[in-house]
C-alpha cells in the first residue's frame, strides 16, 4: 500500500511541476559579428603563423589596440577564452593557420581603428565601418586593412569566401 501512494504522490507532484512551467518567450541573444580572419604568408608564399617558418609571428608577441577616445589602447580581457581579442587556428583542409581579430565594436557608423602589432615595429592597421541595424546587432560592414579596401558587405552578394575546408564572412589574403 505504501508504493502506490509513493507512485501516486511522485505522479501528482510531477504534473504540479509540468503544469506550473510556462512556456517562454527566447531571450534575445546579440549578433555580435566583428571578425576579420587573415592568412598572413611571405613573399614566398610561406605562412607566417606557423612555427616552421623562418621570421613566423609568435603568438605570445602579437597584441591588439584599439583606438579608444583618441588614446591607443591596449586589449587585455583575462577572462575571455581570446584574452588579446585574437585566435591563431588551423584550416586542417589546407594544413594552413589562419588569424582571426575582433576589430574594435566602436559606435554606431562609426569607423573605428584597430591596430595588429605582430612585433616590435611591424604593426597594421585594420579600420571598420562599424553598424548596429537593431539594439542586438554589431556588424562591420566595411574593412580597410593598411589603408586597402578587403571588404565591404553588398547586400545583393553573398559574401562567404570558402577557404579549404572553412567558410568566411571577412577573409583576406596578406603579403608582408
Known amino acids: 500500500m505504501k508504493k ?40 614566398d608564399g610561406k605562412n607566417l603563423l606557423d612555427s616552421n617558418t623562418i621570421g613566423y609571428y609568435n603568438k605570445k608577441d602579437i597584441k591588439i589596440y584599439y583606438m579608444i577616445n583618441g588614446q591607443k589602447t591596449e586589449v587585455y580581457n583575462p577572462t575571455l577564452d581570446a584574452p588579446r581579442n585574437f585566435y591563431i587556428f588551423k584550416n586542417e583542409s589546407k594544413g594552413e593557420y589562419y588569424f582571426r581579430v575582433f576589430v574594435n565594436s566602436g559606435a554606431d557608423h562609426e569607423i573605428t581603428s584597430t591596430y595588429i602589432q605582430w612585433r616590435d615595429n611591424d604593426i597594421d592597421t585594420v579600420k571598420a565601418l562599424i553598424v548596429r541595424p537593431s539594439s542586438n546587432i554589431i556588424r562591420c560592414n566595411k574593412i580597410w586593412y593598411n589603408g586597402i579596401v578587403t571588404f565591404d558587405y553588398d547586400v545583393s552578394k553573398s559574401y562567404f569566401v570558402v577557404w579549404g575546408d572553412g567558410y568566411f564572412k571577412r577573409f583576406a589574403k596578406i603579403i608582408k
Open 4 to 43: 502506490r501512494n509513493l507512485k501516486s504522490f511522485t505522479l501528482l507532484y510531477l504534473s504540479l511541476i509540468i503544469c506550473s512551467c510556462k512556456q517562454s518567450q527566447p531571450i534575445p541573444g546579440i549578433d555580435f559579428d566583428t571578425t576579420l580572419d587573415l592568412l598572413i604568408i611571405n613573399k
